[in-house]
């Protein structure tokens, strides 16, 4: 499948994509904010540079997207093995993985809790999303009963 961009435009538009204050986090924070969550953005000090930082429950919030986090692996890959500069993406896209599963592991050894959304889930089901956070803040505060509050 061959891209129906030129060079010049398949470049311009991967350079204007964002690492920070994408659409997903500002949503996700707006609603959090809204809730009276107070948050940092993305700590630089944490592995992975998480986007969404809930110190004092030591909850480390990510917002991927689909393609470069590779969403559906099994069904990507064998689509982005027909298409052109196949070998690019492939690597790109599992180096993402094993990046994303190596900061997973960082986190936890250093205790936090790692929360991974995935941005369609954000746009479409963002009061899911944020139930799965305070879900995970009430587990935190029945664990460590001896927070005052």
């Known amino acids: 499948?061959?891209?129906v961009l030129t060079k010049e435009q398949r470049h311009k538009n991967m350079k204007n994509i964002k690492n920070r204050d994408t659409k997903i986090e500002v949503l996700l924070r707006k609603e959090l904010w809204n809730r009276g969550y107070r948050y940092r953005k993305n700590v630089k000090s944490l592995p992975g540079t998480p986007d969404i930082v809930l110190t004092r429950y030591r909850i480390a919030i990510?917002?991927?997207?689909?393609?470069?986090?590779?969403?559906?692996?099994?069904?990507l890959k064998p689509r982005l093995e027909r298409g052109d500069n196949s070998e690019f993406w492939i690597s790109k896209i599992s180096k993402n993985r094993e990046h994303d599963d190596a900061v997973n592991k960082k986190l936890l050894y250093e205790g936090w809790t790692v929360i991974r959304f995935w941005g369609n889930d954000i746009k479409k089901h963002l009061d899911e999303c944020v139930r799965v956070i305070e879900e995970t803040?009430?587990?935190?505060?029945?664990?460590?009963?001896?927070?005052?509050y």
Not at 64 to 69: A, I, T, V
């Open 137 to 148: 803040i009430s587990d935190f505060i029945m664990a460590d009963g001896s927070m005052d």
């Open 1 to 3: 499948m061959a891209d």
């Open 62 to 75: 990510f917002c991927d997207g689909e393609f470069f986090h590779g969403k559906d692996w099994e069904i």
